[in-house]
């Protein structure tokens, strides 16, 4: 249904991010249920009426990296991404580890390869990237891999790109992730510039945040574990059991929007129902806007 000048979305993505599983279900600290935000989480998306494209996952999948963590996170996602019919993109983040994500989540041999990967949803290429340093938390996208994502954007994609990555090539306001930052992020601008990357998306910050980098839009999605309390002074964030959110991105020719989608939610009002759009749907535009836009 278009009553204004944009057409439908050609693409949905729900981005999602930071779920921090651990081995046995184990809260997270002795007091985060992840499990159980996670299972909110992905039943708020499957209320969704639009099917996603996509269901992207930037990292931090598991806390500690552990095998039972990475089959947990399977068995919990796998079935509503069956349901939706909708592939299932993971990133790799400082939390995880290489081997074991590789070997225990996407069935390949447990290398410290970087966990990359290209997806074409429907003109759409997605691109996910590995900026995990083993051993550390910071981020990096090393030389072979800033060479491989040139060779892979050399040819533009009919919709365009988006990047998938843990640490978002942003600035932060609360110091601590200042150290924890992705390094060299010139060196990225230098491999995408030119490029027909139109988005990309980030976690890492358990706060959502948005900005440009190298001239394309930065989405940052808050956690699915936890949450940052970023309204308290810069050297006093700390973690807080709410706000927990998942992005929904949708694609269209000219643009890419990113909507912050709470999990936690009330009963809505029913203002708007399905009568008010059937009843707008049979008006000229002109008409629509007498009987919605003019002020009485």
């Not at 936690?264 to 399905?274: G, V």
Request: negative net charge.
């Amino acid at each position: 249904m278009q009553f204004g000048q944009h057409a439908p979305a050609r693409r949905t993505i729900v981005h999602l991010s930071d779920t921090h599983l651990l081995a046995g279900g184990a809260a997270l600290g002795g007091r985060y249920a992840v499990e159980e935000h996670l299972r909110e989480t992905l039943a708020r998306v499957e209320q969704l009426e639009q099917r996603p494209d996509a269901l992207v996952f930037t990292g931090d999948l598991t806390d500690l990296g552990e095998p039972d963590a990475y089959a947990r996170l399977r068995a919990i996602v796998d079935p509503v991404a069956e349901r939706l019919g909708a592939p299932i993109v993971w990133v790799a983040g400082n939390h995880d580890e290489r081997p074991q994500m590789r070997r225990d989540l996407l069935g390949l041999e447990p290398t410290q390869e970087p966990v990359t990967g290209v997806w074409d949803l429907g003109g759409l290429r997605l691109i996910a990237l590995d900026s995990t340093v083993p051993g550390w938390h910071h981020g990096e996208i090393d030389a072979a891999q800033r060479e491989w994502l040139r060779a892979e954007l050399a040819e533009p994609a009919p919709l365009g790109t988006i990047l998938a990555l843990h640490h978002p090539p942003l600035p932060s306001h609360v110091p601590l992730f200042d150290i924890l930052e992705l390094k060299d992020q010139d060196l990225l601008a230098e491999a995408i510039r030119g490029s027909d990357v139109r988005a990309i998306l980030a976690g890492h910050l358990h706060y959502s945040m948005n900005g440009t980098f190298a001239g394309v839009p930065v989405s940052v999605a808050a956690a699915t574990c936890y949450t940052m309390d970023v309204a308290r002074p810069a050297l006093r964030v700390n973690g807080m059991d709410a706000g927990q959110s998942f992005h929904l991105v949708h694609v269209y020719d000219d643009t890419i929007t990113h909507t912050v989608v709470p999990v936690a939610a009330a009963e809505p009002a029913t203002f708007f129902a399905p009568e008010f759009y059937e009843r707008m749907a049979v008006l000229t535009p002109q008409e629509r806007l007498e009987a919605f836009s003019r002020k009485r």
